[in-house]
């Protein structure tokens, strides 16, 4: 097995960074059965969710930790090639800063819907796809809001997370695909997956809907590295031109 710890993380847009979200949830495990990890500023007793800020720190403490980890989390890390044209960016570091620059969905008391009302400088239409959307049967567009199964709102207020562990743990992680679609040997991973490509292998049992995406993404990425698998799905079947747009697009995790 390539990791010690298989991290699935189920993803929210939902109210503030520090909002408290029963969508926001956690399954890790260390070569067994994914078990759910709370919250760790939880008080002795108490039962509450996690904040996309407390999850951004934990990764960043997981990183600095020595163990060596592969996280999955349930968000568009990019967008669709046309967008890195529109505004004239060329690598996704670019895009990182532009993105916080315009949509600064990280500070606190900020919500994703009130920088929609001021209409940013910066967006994109429901009918632009990414090329690893495209790949799937169900994925929606990264611009696509107010819809059932809508990624939109957890994507544009995730990002600015991957750029907050970028600038804490540098080299530390590797983003995949954008810091290379090889993963150097030694080094710790997050990956943007998509939940439905998993939550129907495994049973639900007593788990929530949110629990389920989790703790399915953590199982399938322990699954596949125990049996020798993982590393095919770094090198989906691409055209040299698609994965130059992929480059900057990013792509989904076990979409091959």
Do not use: C
């Not at 503030?16 to 070569?31: D, I």
């Not at 509450?48 to 960043?60: G, M, V």
């Not at 953590?218 to 596949?224: E, H, K, P, S």
């Amino acid at each position: 097995m390539n990791y010690d710890f298989h991290i699935g993380i189920d993803y929210s847009g939902a109210k503030t960074p520090t909002s408290r979200l029963k969508g926001l949830q956690v399954y890790a495990a260390e070569g067994e059965t994914p078990q759910i990890v709370t919250s760790p500023s939880i008080p002795e007793g108490k039962r509450w969710n996690w904040t996309r800020q407390e999850i951004a720190d934990w990764l960043i403490e997981q990183a600095r930790s020595g163990k060596r980890f592969i996280a999955g989390i349930d968000h568009g890390f990019s967008f669709p090639i046309r967008y890195f044209h529109r505004y004239e960016l060329t690598s996704w570091q670019k895009f990182l800063d532009d993105f916080v620059e315009h949509w600064p969905t990280h500070e606190p008391n900020m919500y994703v819907d009130f920088i929609r009302d001021k209409k940013p400088a910066r967006v994109g239409s429901n009918t632009e796809f990414r090329i690893t959307e495209k790949w799937t049967s169900s994925a929606k567009s990264v611009f696509q809001f107010d819809v059932q199964g809508q990624v939109a709102k957890s994507t544009h207020a995730g990002i600015p997370w991957l750029k907050h562990i970028r600038d804490e743990v540098g080299e530390a992680v590797h983003v995949w695909p954008f810091d290379g679609w090889k993963v150097p040997d030694g080094k710790s991973m997050i990956a943007e997956v998509y939940p439905s490509i998993f939550r129907n292998r495994y049973p639900r049992d007593e788990r929530t809907g949110d629990q389920q995406d989790a703790y399915a993404i953590a199982r399938w990425l322990g699954d596949v590295d125990e049996q020798g698998f993982l590393g095919r799905y770094f090198d989906p079947p691409l055209t040299d031109e698609d994965r130059r747009i992929a480059d900057l697009e990013g792509w989904i995790l076990g979409i091959a």
